[in-house]
C-alpha cells in the first residue's frame, strides 16, 4: 500500500498499536498485584486504548476492519497478560507469606519503636524459615514472577539485617557524659537511631506506620549533620564513638534506597550475576562428566578420574559468594546436591564392582540388602539421566521403583544381625536420598 495515500483510519490504527506495543515491557515485567496503583494505571490505559479502536470508524471496508481487529486484538492480549501477572497463583502465594512476616513483624515492633532489642530467638527463626519459603517459590522463568519474588525477598531480608544488627553489641559507651558535652549529643543521636530501626523496619513492611521513607530519610540526615557538626576536640575515643553511630546511620538509608533501586534495576534477573554464572560452569562441567561416564563402555576406568574431578566441582562452589542473597544460596546447594549425587552413585558402583570380586559366604539378610542396592544403582542411573516434570510418566515410574526398592528394604529381617541392620539402614537412606533428588530434578524451580 501506499503509504503516502494510506487510509487516516488505518493510518490512526497503526499510532494506537505502537502506544500499546510501547506499553509492552512494563505489562510483562509488572509485579504487583490488582490493587496496587501500577495495575491500575495500565489498565486505564489500554482499557482507553480499547475504546479508541472500537471508535475508529471502518466505513464498511475490509482492510479497515481487519486493522481494527489486529489492533483490538494485541491490546487485548496485553490485558490479559496483566491480569494473569496479578493473579497468577504463585503471585498470590508470594504475597501470603508477605503477609505472614507482617503479621510477625506487627507482634514484634514495639522493642524497637521503644529503642530496645528484645528479639526473641522464635523471631528470628520465624523470618528466617519466610525466607526460606519464598526462596523455595517457583517462578518457571517468568519475569514478573521473579521479580516479585526478588523484592520480597529483598524487603524481608532487610528486615532480617536490621534485627541482626540491633542483637549485635551496640556501640559502647565510652565516657561519662560529664566528660565531655559532645558524649552527651552522641547518646542522645544513638537512641533516635535505635528507634529509627523501628520505624525502618515498618515502612519497610508496609505495616502501620505514620512515617514515610522521606521523612525518615531527612531525620537521618538530620543526625548525620548533627554529628558532623560537634566538636569533638581531637578526642579519639570520641571521635571513634561518633564514627559507629554514623555507621549504624547509614546503613539504615541504605535499606530506603531499596524500593528504587529494585524499579531501576535488573537485579532480580540473576541470568547474568557473576556467582550464578559460576554455579552454571560446574554445572555444565558436572554434566560432562556425568555423560561421560553413563556412556561408557568400561565405567570402572573412569572412577577415580571422575570422583577427583567431582571433588574439585565441589570446591569451586565452596567458594562461590552467595551476596546475601538466598536465591543465590539455594541454587548453590541444588548444585552442591547435583555433584554430591554424582559421587555417591559412583562410591555405589565402586562398592557393587568390589563384591563381585569377593566370594565369601554372607548372611542371607545381608546378600538380600546388596541385592536392593545393585537394583537402586540401576534406578540412580536413570534418575541421573532424567529431565522432566512431575506429571511425566517416566518420573511416576521411577518413584515407583523407588518405593517398591523401600519396601523390599522394609521386609528383610536382620535376625538380630548388627552389620545387616547398619547395611539396611544406610540402603533406606540411599534410596530416600534418590527420591528426594528426583523431586528436586522435577520441581521447575529457578533462580
Known sequence: ?????????????????????????????????????????????????????????????????????????????LLKELEQNAHHPRRLEIQAIFKEAQTLVEANLVPFHSGGSAVTQEFEEAIQDIILRLTHVKTGGKVSLRKARYHTLTRICAVQEVIEDCMKQQP???????????????????????????????????????????????????????????????????????????????????YLDLEEEADTTHAFDLGQNHSILQIEKVLRRMKVVKTELLQAPNPPELYLSCKTELQGLIGQLDEVSVEKNPCIREARRRAVIEVQTLMTFIDLKEALEKRKQLACKEHPSHRAVWRVLGHLAEIQGEVLSFDGKRSDKNYIRLEELLTKQLLALDAVDAQGEERCKAARKQAVKLAQNILSYLDLKSDEWEY
Open 1 to 77: 500500500m501506499d503509504m503516502g495515500n494510506q487510509h487516516p483510519a488505518i493510518s490512526r490504527l497503526q499510532e494506537i498499536q505502537k502506544e500499546v506495543k510501547a506499553l509492552e515491557p512494563q505489562v510483562t515485567c509488572f509485579s504487583g498485584l490488582p490493587d496496587d496503583k501500577g495495575y491500575k494505571r495500565l489498565e486505564r490505559i489500554l482499557t482507553k486504548q480499547l475504546f479508541e479502536i472500537d471508535s475508529v470508524d471502518t466505513e464498511g471496508r475490509g482492510d479497515v476492519q481487519q486493522a481494527r481487529k489486529r489492533a483490538a486484538q494485541e491490546t487485548e492480549r
Open 172 to 254: 559502647s559507651l565510652p565516657l561519662s557524659e560529664d566528660t565531655h558535652p559532645s558524649v552527651a549529643k552522641i547518646n542522645a543521636v544513638m537512641c533516635e537511631v535505635n528507634k529509627a530501626r523501628g520505624t525502618l523496619i515498618a515502612l519497610l513492611m508496609g505495616v502501620s506506620c505514620s512515617e514515610t521513607c522521606r521523612h525518615l530519610s531527612c531525620v537521618l540526615s538530620g543526625m548525620l549533620a548533627d554529628l558532623d557538626a560537634l566538636d569533638v576536640c581531637g578526642r579519639t575515643e570520641i571521635r571513634n564513638y561518633r564514627r559507629e553511630v554514623v555507621e549504624d546511620i547509614n546503613k539504615l538509608l541504605k
